[in-house]
Structures are given as C-alpha cells and as structure tokens.
C-alpha cells in the first residue's frame, strides 16, 4: 500500500538497510505498529506465513504428530515447576497481572514456549504404553520480552512457530523422534529452497531443561547465521517434576521420555526474504509465492480487445493446472510500472503478450530470478510455465547453498580470517571447553554452534583456540 | 483420551450438563487446563475450528478482503482514542504490565477486539477514493475477562473468532456491507447447517462505538439464544478520533465510513456441538468432520484376510473421491466398541463390512443422524456414500430449523409463557423505549434482540409491555 516504488539501497551495499526496505515495500509486514518487536504480517507475509506452516504441518501429521491449541497463557505455578526452565525465561516473560480493574489472584505469562503448558495435562492424559509415543504439536505466536535490539523476522517480541512435544519411553527413543524431525525440517526447507546445517548445540547453549539441542542454522547474506528451529531431548527433566509416568507391560509406573521440537515459522520467512531477494525486491520460491504467475498484456486502443481475450484465455489454462495465477488489467497503469511493482513482489514468472505476439502465436516469459526473458509458442505455454517454475526453485536453492559456506581454521587468527573474509562457518578442532568458547566470542565475535548431530567427526589436532589436544570437532560462526 | 466411553447424561434432561460431557468425551476440548477461561483445542476442536475457518476465509477472499494479522497487544493510548469504545472494554481486558522483572512504559492489553489495533494504520494507507472499499480481515483469538460464568466455547476468555475491518466512502456503502456480510455468514452456516436470524440490535445494545450493530443469533437446545456473530455499521466514530481520511476525485479530504464483522468460530462451533448432538455423542455435518467415513471390518481369525483386503479396497475408492476415511483396523477392540467410540466423536458415517457381505458382494451403510442401517450393493458404494453424507447435512439443517422458533405474543404474559414452553423467539409489537425492554429483562429474563435487518415489518398494535403505540415489531429471548 506504498506509493512510493522500487528499493534506494542495493543488498550488497547495505543488507540491513535492503532488508527492511524489502520487507516494507513488498507487503511482507508493516513494522510501523508502534510498540517495540510487534509487526503486522500485511497479505503477502500472511499468506506465506499460512503456506509455509501448511508445508511444515503436512510433515507433522504424517508423522503422527496431531494438532492441539493451548490457551496463550501460563499460571504462574507451572511456569516455576523445572528449576533451569523458569532460570532461562524468567527475563523474558511478560506479565499479565490485570483484567479490567482488577488484581489477578495469580500472575499470567503469556507462553514464551509451552512445555509448562503442554505437561501437567500429558501428566492427566498419559496411562499406558500403548498411548506411546505420543505427539502432539500446535502452530501458534509466542511471545518474549527481548531486551536486544529487535529486527523484523528475525528477533522479535512475537514470532509465529510451530512447536511439537512428544512422550516416548526412552532416551534413545527420544534420539530417534529427533531424527524424525529432521526429515520434517529438511523436506520444509528444501521447498523454501533453503540448505540448513543441524548441529547438536554444547552444554552450555542447550535449551533451559534439555538434556540435548539440536538446532537449525541457515547463512543469510551478510554471512551470520540465524537458528530457525530446534529439537530439545528433554529426557526425564520434565517428566519427574510434571510427572507424566506410563505403565508398562507389566504394570510398573516409568517416566517419558520427552522431546520438543520448534519450527521457527517468523525466522524461516525473514531467512527466505534475506536469501533469495535481490536489489529489485522479493524473489519467492514457487511453492510459497502468493502468485506464482503474473500476465500483463500490452495493448493499444485498436489491439485492446484482441489482446484481453487471448490472456484470459491463457489465465483460464494456468488456473487450470492448479497454478496461482493473476492477470493485471488495472487501467492506467504502464507495462513498465507492472513489471517493476510484481518484480518489487517477487512473483516468479512473469508473462507479457502483446499485439505482435498475438499475430506470431508465442507468450514473452520473464523468469524473477534471472530476469530473462524468452519467446515461447504459446500452445507450449503450460509445460513450459511449469518447467520455469521448477527450474527457479533449483536456482534459488543453488544460490542458497553458496551462502552456507564451510571454511576450516586451525588457528584463531585463520577462524577470525574466515569469518571476515568469507562468513557462514568454521570448521575448528575444539578442545571442548566453554572457556575457549567465551575466549571465541571475545575475540571474534563468534559462537561454537557445536557438532554435526548424526555424524562422527573426530578431532585428531590440537584445538583452534588453546592448543590442547582437541576431542572434537565443531563448527563456529557469527549469529543473529 | 479418556478411557471412560460414553454419556452418563441426556440431552432432554440436562443440556448444560450434557453439553459440557460432550466436548469433553468426544474430544473437542478439554476444559481442565486450570485457568478460569481458558480451555485447550484437542484435535477434534482444533480440525473444526480450522475448517470452519476456511470456510468463511473463502466468503471473504471471494469477497475481495484480504488477510493480515495484526500483533496480540494494543498500546493503552490506542485503546483510549474513542471515549465509547473504551468504556465499552476497560472493565474486561487484560493487562500486561511487566516484561521480566521490568515495568512496560506504557501497560498493553492483549486484544478484546481490534478496531484500535487496526485504525491507526488506517490513516497510515488510506489516501485516495481509488483505494475504496478497503477490506482486511485476520482470523485470531480475542481475550476478554469475563465476569461471569464461562462455559467452554460460548463465554471465554479466550476465544477465536474472525473479524473484518473496512472502510468506504459513505455511510449507505457501510450498510451494504453489512449486506454482503449477511451473505458470508449465511454461506457459511448454511454449511454448517445451522439456521440464524439476523436482527439490528436496538440502541441500548450497539457495540461500543457502533453507529448500528446487526447481530446473528442462533437457537441452541435450551431455548436460549446465542450471538455468534456481528457486523457493525461505524459510521465516522473511529475514522475522526483516528484521522482516517481519503482524497476525493476532486482532492477534497473526507473521513471513511467504516465497518466491523465479527464471526465468532469458538461460538459457531459450541452451537455446531450443542445443536446437531444425540445422547450418543457428536453428530458432525460432513462439510466440517475430521473423518467422514470410518470403515469398521468384521472377521474371525478365517475371514480377516479376505475382508482387511475388502475394507482397504473400499478405503482408497473413498479417498480416491477426496473423502476424509479412516480404515479402523485397531486389533484387540471389538466392533462394538469401535461403533461406540466414532458415533461419540459424531462421524456422519459408517460403513461395517464383513464375511457374509463380502458374499453377497455388499456392505452395510450406518448414518449417524438416524443411526439407520442399510445394506447396499458394494458396486454402488461411492454414488450412495455421497448420497447419504448430502442427506446427513439436510436432515441436521432441518432438525436444527426446528429449533429457530418464532412465536408471536400480544402482552408480557404470552411473552413469558412462549419463552417458557416453546424457547427461541417471540415477536411483539414494541414501543421502542429502553424502560420497556427492562421491563421484559426483570418480569422475563428476556431480552429485545431487535428487528429483521433489510425487512419492513411495521407494528399496527400496541406495545407488548405499556401498552403504548407501537413502533416496531421485534424479537425477544433469552440469550446466552
């Protein structure tokens, strides 16, 4: 709803600057609320934010996972019961102490994540074994009181997520949903055409009340990583506290075992944004994009009529193969102006058919990525339609991957190097202590992300940073 | 989840008790969250309240609104603007007051509704003519604290619900949007088969900050009434106190007229479980069920090949036909048991299929509305499957009809005593004065829900109540 058209600053110039002006200008969100890391998802942003939750719970429910909706707010008490729990959030909750004039009898956070939530009722509704495992999940806003600096997407006082908690009746059983999830992330990700790394995060960056993090990392632009999800293995640390016990085959009464595991819906759409757009707006993989298709005919008073009936046509056969397609017949807007505004949109594949095109039997294709433009015989329109489409998101997925660079290091002066000259991560020998880590974060402004979960990398040299002998091996990067 | 199956209660002998067994054993929600207000979605709640969603997001995208979502808390200021508005809300929001350990500067309230949210922006984006009608909507939950007794879905304090937001050049263009909101909301409850009446609300009992609030009532089981949904007519009231202007062709500035539609899902759904179940449980219109379909196989240890082979035959024919099917092949639970369970949780339709039916080369058809047993030839199963969930919807729409009484009354003493025997409404002829209708609230515990929106009914008589001439005719109940 801006008038004003086209970005002022170019990605590569200023990444921050270009990534609220894309944001902005683009209808994603409006970030003009007025109250500090609120935002409005404005149509755009709220239609990829509904897709892509549509993506991610297709995987959860064909895992078994069901949709549940807990109420937004926790009781005070619940929020108190696991001792490192309250510790990492106590910060960050807000508060609700009032309705209408009244005190409250007890304090309200609203949910900043919901194991407090979910478990006193898994204590309620979990008896036996063969309710095991038991998954449930729910899509919903939760809400932190970020003192930092906030930033669109990305760190926000309200994002929009996915969080899956489970019960099995393992350690090892909970190992395994983490795996499960994996697969549910890496098949979201890939039709976001966005690579990831999943590192299970050190001892001192786990999530407060998990025995394990595993989290997800993406590479924007400016080579810092952003964490866009999250598998906890939480062992018994809530169950014995909340506790939600099974009975067994013969009759003895055990702890779950439990997992959560986060989609960080808000974080995936501003990666998505920051990754594939360029200096001309948006660039929106096709299985999100809103329209997927836009066809803007070029006519003359003469050619007008001509012209309309053959691209209604054409909207009529895209439609047709379940493609999200709109025709811009707005009058007294240019040719020039459209493409720019659906350029600015980031709509994958444009279509021009004008009066010469008419008569020679052939469609102009504009793909958004490259922004080239073809000739095509218009009775080959749809195949090849589809065939663009599936081919930008193999563009934009190529692209991708070159941002999440892996650079080895065996000094901190090469990882500093790295990070400057390259960004994504480092790939050091680690002596495993958090004191090298902090020494990491002074000196380079970076984090140990931890080790590659599923995958053996033994430390054969000495660590990076002390030069004692390393007992692994970890990735370092620059993170939001 | 419960392992108790069942309804200890009947719906003619202790409908509030009846109501709330319901939603409880047939999974919709459980209300044992420990919050007064707050209930939890369980999958069967959460399926409907999505699909009922779709449902009327379609009325709405078909109409040109757009979907945005707006953050969950609204400045104290904004809340402040409109002096009516406020007075209307302050006695029932919530509060957040701390982030952390930290006062806000400024105390937020989580939203009761969202016209101050959403006017602020309006005078941000709205410039010209050209952008009118302007039409946005979010689908959210809303949060108010209630007083008085909650009961789950019809008074919470939490709730979801849909609500529209839009601005137009005059007041007569408000009001024909409360037309075509009159269109969305019968489309979509005639899907749910629920019948409503839609009356202009008298003065004494517009929203706050309404010039004129028309409001759907339905007719649930206890003869009550229920608003599940309004539009409000707002006339200039928010767009001066927010400055919401657009520039006329000739460059002159003129404030918006404007208009909110509320669909309350938490409350179409607690009318959707009330009116349509049995003492067996949920009855479920097909448009909205979970599953649609449940095959229950019958066979002994000889003829359980033959039939699991029938019965997965006849699951991916009925899928094949976009049916939401579920094969139950649960070992170790009997098909008693099985029929219990999914006429409890109110799927419309059952299909048993055995070995005696597998020779005759038939299968045996159990609708839920008249848990009537018919055995149909196999070939024909797809056709009368089809026919019978059509069927299912029209006999709920008419059960429900049934209920929507109007009964005419000529004094307070026939209003009484048709409130007492028959429920629903009754329609006077009425004075139109505020006292008459306190009248009828204390010697009644009615109260005057208004005339029919866009139908001329003239009163010739006398007031019910004074005696007096009459204005109008309205319709009277007692309401939820």
Not at 122 to 133: A, E, F, I, K, N
Not at 134 to 160: C, D, N, W
Not at 241 to 264: A, L, R, S
Not at 375 to 396: N, T
């Amino acid at each position: 709803m801006s008038e004003e058209m086209g970005l002022t600053v170019k990605k590569a110039d200023d990444f921050s600057k270009w990534y609220l002006e894309v944001l902005q200008k683009s209808e994603v969100l409006d970030e003009r609320y007025g109250v500090k890391g609120f935002v409005i998802y404005m149509p755009t942003g709220t239609f990829l934010l509904r897709r892509m939750q549509d993506i991610f719970e297709e995987g959860l429910q064909k895992t078994g996972h069901k949709a549940v909706i807990f109420p937004v707010v926790i009781p005070e008490k619940n929020l108190n019961k696991e001792a490192e729990h309250i510790k990492g959030f106590e910060d960050e909750v807000f508060w609700v102490t009032h309705g209408g004039k009244h005190k409250l009898e007890e304090r309200l956070c609203l949910r900043p994540t919901s194991e407090t939530a979910f478990y006193p009722m898994y204590s309620v509704w979990l008896r036996s074994h063969t309710q095991l495992p038991f998954k449930l999940y729910q899509a919903v806003s939760v809400y932190r009181a970020e003192t930092k600096m906030t930033k669109p997407l990305i760190r926000g006082r309200e994002f929009f997520w996915i969080e899956a908690h489970t019960a099995q009746k393992t350690f090892d059983d909970a190992d395994k949903q983490v795996e499960e999830d994996m697969g549910i992330f890496e098949k979201g990700l890939s039709s976001l055409c966005l690579p990831f790394l999943l590192c299970q995060r050190p001892e001192w960056d786990k999530f407060a009340g998990a025995e394990k993090t595993s989290a997800y990392d993406v590479v924007l632009p400016d080579g810092k990583v952003l964490q866009i999800g999250t598998t906890h293995n939480l062992g018994e640390k809530f169950s014995k506290p909340f506790d939600i016990k099974y009975m067994d085959q013969n009759g003895k009464k055990i702890y779950v075992n439990q997992t959560t595991f986060g989609i960080g819906i808000s974080r995936i759409m501003g990666a998505l944004v920051a990754i594939h757009g360029d200096d001309k707006g948006l660039i929106l993989p096709p299985a999100v994009a809103p329209t997927q298709i836009v066809i803007v005919p070029i006519y003359t008073a003469e050619t007008k009529t001509k012209v309309m009936e053959k691209a209604g046509e054409i909207l009529g056969r895209l439609e047709g193969k379940n493609l999200r397609v709109i025709l811009d017949d707005r009058e007294g807007k240019t040719p020039g102006f459209k493409f720019h505004e659906w350029e600015l949109k980031g709509v994958p594949l444009r279509i021009e058919i004008g009066p010469r095109d008419l008569e020679k039997g052939q469609v102009v294709l504009t793909r958004r990525d490259f922004l080239e433009r073809t000739s095509i015989a218009e009775e080959k329109l749809e195949e090849q339609a589809l065939e663009v489409l599936d081919s930008i998101g193999f563009q934009l997925k190529k692209r991708a991957d070159a941002l999440l660079k892996i650079t080895p290091a065996k000094t901190l002066k090469e990882l500093k190097k790295a990070l400057e000259e390259k960004g994504g991560f480092v790939h050091i020998d680690f002596c495993g202590n958090e004191s090298c880590a902090k020494k990491i974060k002074e000196d380079a402004g970076a984090e140990v992300r931890g080790t590659i979960v599923g995958k053996k990398e033994p430390a054969k040299g000495e660590c990076a940073v002390c030069g004692k002998k390393a007992v692994q091996k970890v990735y370092v990067a620059r993170s939001y």
